[in-house]
């Protein structure tokens, strides 16, 4: 094989160089017969100088080759055997079938052909024969040493074997430990409902009070080494490392409990809502993060800690029913500036949520007035009506005040100089025409719903209050302070608002604070009639006798939890769930109750309420919803059968963990 390779090497030089020579000499035979003779004897010489020397360079290869084939048995054993790195072979079976020293010396029970490479390492077969395992760090720890595990398959075999290479880099990865633990956290704490909470304590008791949660915050902040500074009354802004996240989230922020403990001499306890950023490219963002998850637990009434990474975030706490504020200073500035608003708009729209209840119709009324008291183009967007504003929608049509239009024409109608305004409603998804929002950049959200994550970020204008009882309260303190002395309200929307606060806070026995009454008390005041309203609530007999049959079928699935099902199909079965949901509360020993059905878009729905004890809005937000702390819901993309499943699955995980 050398002399061939040889040969193939010089063979064409050889050739041309010859053929050369012998041209040369003959032409000299022509000219001069002796010189001509000369010049072939030399070319002859050369020929068999080269041919000698050709073979002998070719037997020396041949030689070496010789020498290092017969050594190559040898050769591999060495490498294998002696190799720096560990090495094994497996089978499809996850059997041992050889390995080197090395990998005896980590592993020192390794038995060829009796040992099982998933019972040494906890590898498996199927992760190493992955196509990618080679692109992945497969990683494996033993005796406080971590292995990165190189799979290499056999080429050219169908048995399946695999070689595999473990690399200890139980440095490397100490030391990406090591700086994931040291990376910075922001936090930021703010005492809620801070001014309300000083003004209720004695003048003796406001210094001790406000000393003993920060000493509770301190304290916290210290078991964390974290430096903590004070930059405002009631907020703070801590630092620490992020190794100490992991023990403060197992804990679920027991600082809650803790300042929750503190007694005061208010009618309600100290809170705390904490927003932490983690994971941020730089100081920048990770402020970011921290703002925006504070933005988030006090958009969801406080009482909570908010931790937002890139890609999630996890919310702990929220135990507690948000805190009424006293001071509608807030309304009034709203007020005036969404006054401000739509008298520099061409035209207004109107959206509320699909599906919507009593309390989005009514907002939308209530905001619709508005509109018309300032000479304004308005409209309502709105698919159609369900059951549970009917009669009121038809009162809305038959007054002739206010102008429908649908989704489709919204589109035709909405420009760049259209401002719309959003009510009970903040997340895109839930929305009637979400693609409104792309265009214009005059964007108001009114709003009492907790705080989701997906919320409408780019409003110019966003009056979200958690405390209120409904969008109806907030949409009649807003007509209040919007007018300019003159009557503000006529009949029909007074009473569609007192029916969307009457729906929220089921006829004013949940989440009802002063201010709700006093919401309601102007509204009577401005023709709303309570008879009227009530009859807005009216159902046939077939929807009671079903409402009764889903109370009558429900099960207890945790303690105090109750969970029924509206079985088919029912185009009012929104309303049914809820009435439902709220009708099991009245049940001793009932503290949370959850309903699901199927809407007439074939959509699974799930409607949940709570005496306040439980926070049903956590739940459902685990299934893609949202709410209030006693009163949310969800809807879904699974079946009515595996969502049900699903909550239950849910709800008996959360009991086991004390979540409930």
Known sequence: MASKFIKNLVGPYLKAGTVTLFLFALGLLYFNIY??????????????????ITDKRTDIFEEYAKAVTDNLEDTIRHFVYKNPFPLCMIDAQENLLWFNDKFQEIFEDAEMLNSSITKLSGLRYADLANPKASERHILSNHKNKIYRVLPSPMAGKKNGNIMLYWLDVTNLENLKTLYNEEKICYAYVNIDNYDELISAASDERKGMLTAQIENIIRQWAARMCATMVRYKSGKYFIVFEQKYLEKIESSKFVILDEV???????DFPPSLSIGVGVGGKTLVELDEYALAALDLALGRGGDQAVVKRKSRVEYYGGRLQTVEKRNKGKSRIMAHALRQMIDQAGKVVI?????PDMDSFGAALGISRIVINRNKEGAIVLRGNSNSISKVYKSALESGQHRFITPEEAK?????DTLV???DAHRPS??????LLSMTDKIVVIDHHRKAEDSIDNATLTYMEAYASSTSELVAEILQYIGDGKRTIEKLEAEALLAGIAVDTKNFSIKTGART???????????????NVRQFFQTDMDSFKLKASIIANAEIIADGVALSVCEGWHPNVQVLISQAADELLNIQGIRASFVAGTNEA???VVSARSLGEINVQTIMEKLGGGGHHSTAGAQTNMSLEETVEDLKDLIRTMDRNGGL
């Open 602 to 604: 074939g959509v699974t």
């Open 517 to 531: 009454f006093e919401a309601a008390s102007w509204l009577r005041r401005n023709g709303a009639d309570t008879a």
């Open 35 to 52: 010189v001509g003779i000369g010049a072939l004897a030399i070319t002859i010489i050369l020929v068999l100088y080269y041919r000698k």
């Open 351 to 355: 959206i509320g949520h699909k599906n």
């Open 260 to 266: 929750r403990a503190v007694e005061t001499e208010g």
């Open 412 to 416: 035709a109608v909405v420009d760049k």
């Open 430 to 435: 839930l929305l009637e025409a979400p693609e």
């Open 421 to 423: 305004i959003i009510v």
